[in-house]
């Protein structure tokens, strides 16, 4: 969780195992030729903390007048409405798979990234997957998010770059995983209202790269339960040093493959360290982030067998997530409660 990199951490995903037999893993490529995908509308409810993020779709994420430096964000609540896909075309005499979608985890950090690309297995060495990432709507953030007791202008937050996987390496069950950002803020203005000098605003630019590297590992255990633990690593590598940061984030995720029910649990604990401090006088130090959720979601198969033009029976999904990060600047706390439900169709 930093700053403008963004916002509810990766506790926020809502992983889509259904048709898969092992959490976290890229699907294995269909054995013919043709099209395939899923679409999974949904609604909820989202209740948000930060001083950082204007809106997202129209929904206000934080308040647009602010009356201190010192406080923590207020909570905006807002009703949620979401309809990812994905659409994919195989070539089985290969084994590739090219593919447009949204990547979940991205939905619900407020970055409606999209990605087309491409996934080619590679016999015993396993599945890669390549893709370019696009920003489809982009996030609003505050031009100025120090201004204070007058109201913000904000601008838009766009990202684009790439994302490499490569998953059963060797026949195992481990995956490592590249996500490369380039991060660009339409008008930066931080640190305007303050009068800080041209060398103090620099430091607290946020347009920049993010690179980040992830392992895991996938424990099949009773036939019908998968254990995940997983380590990532983020340079977030914007052009203001006060911005700039290293982060690390520990998760586990539990996944029970079930008939009716699937189930996906996962937790995660982190920090980031950042590398030149704040030249906000309000704060003056380096900052520093602890950051930590929960998030649970049920699909329940229907017992009726209903389809959507030759899907799959259409699964029912709700969904929980909890995630907070817990800055030793007031300012830059974050909070995030979501609650969605909907359906899931595949094809």
Same mark, same amino acid.
Request: aromatic share 16%; glycine share 8%; no cysteine.
């Given at each position: 969780?930093?700053? +403008?990199?963004?916002?509810?951490? $990766?506790?926020?995903?809502?992983? #889509? !195992? /259904? &048709? @898969? ?11 013919e ?20 993020v204007?809106?997202?779709?129209r ?11 010192t ?7 807002n ?5 990812p896909? +994905?659409?994919?075309?195989?070539? $089985?005499?290969t084994q590739?798979? #090219? !593919? /447009? &979608? @949204?990547d ?35 996030a609003?953030?505050?031009?100025d ?21 490569w ?26 209202f ?6 103090q ?24 339960h ?6 990532s690593?983020?340079?977030d590598?914007?052009?203001?040093g006060?911005?700039r ?52 979601t ?20 709700v969904?929980a997530?909890?995630?907070?990060t817990d ?21």
């Open positions: 969780m930093k700053k +403008s990199n963004f916002i509810v951490s $990766a506790v926020l995903t809502i992983v #889509l !195992f /259904l &048709g @898969t037999h092992s959490a976290l893993a890229l699907e294995p490529i269909p054995a030729s043709g099209f395939s995908g899923f679409i999974r509308p949904g609604v909820g409810y989202l209740n948000f903390k930060s001083n950082m204007s809106s997202f779709l929904f206000d994420l934080s308040d647009k007048k602010i009356d201190s430096l406080d923590s964000p207020d909570s905006q609540s009703g949620i409405a979401m309809v896909f +994905s659409l994919e075309y195989t070539f $089985a005499s590739t798979q #090219l !593919f /447009l &979608g @949204t979940l985890t991205d939905l619900v950090r407020f970055d409606y990234s999209q990605q087309i690309g491409v996934k080619q297995g590679i016999g015993r060495f396993g599945i890669l997957q390549g893709g370019f990432l696009f920003s489809g709507i982009p609003k953030v505050w031009k998010p120090y201004v204070v007791n007058q109201r913000r202008d904000d601008t838009d937050r766009d990202s684009m770059g790439a994302k490499l996987v998953d059963r390496i060797f026949g195992s069950h481990f995956q490592v995983q590249y996500t490369y950002r380039n991060i660009d803020i339409d008008t930066e203005q931080s640190g305007e303050l009068g800080l000098t041209p060398a605003r620099r430091l607290l630019d946020r347009n920049g790269d993010t690179h980040s590297a992830e392992i895991l590992y996938r424990i099949p255990f009773s036939g019908k998968v254990l995940t633990p997983a380590f690593y983020t340079y590598d914007r052009d203001g006060a911005m940061n290293n982060g690390y984030n520990f998760q586990v995720t539990y996944a029970y493959f079930g008939d009716p029910i699937t189930l996906t649990t996962n937790a995660f604990i982190g920090w980031a360290d950042y590398d030149d401090r704040n030249p906000i006088p309000a704060f003056d130090k380096k900052q520093n982030d602890d950051s930590y959720g929960i998030q649970g049920v699909y329940y198969k229907n017992p009726w067998d209903w389809s959507l033009f030759g899907s799959a029976p259409m699964n029912f999904f969904s997530a909890f995630a907070k800055a030793n600047i007031d300012f830059y706390d974050q909070e995030a409660f979501m609650t969605s439900a909907g359906v899931f169709f595949k094809w």
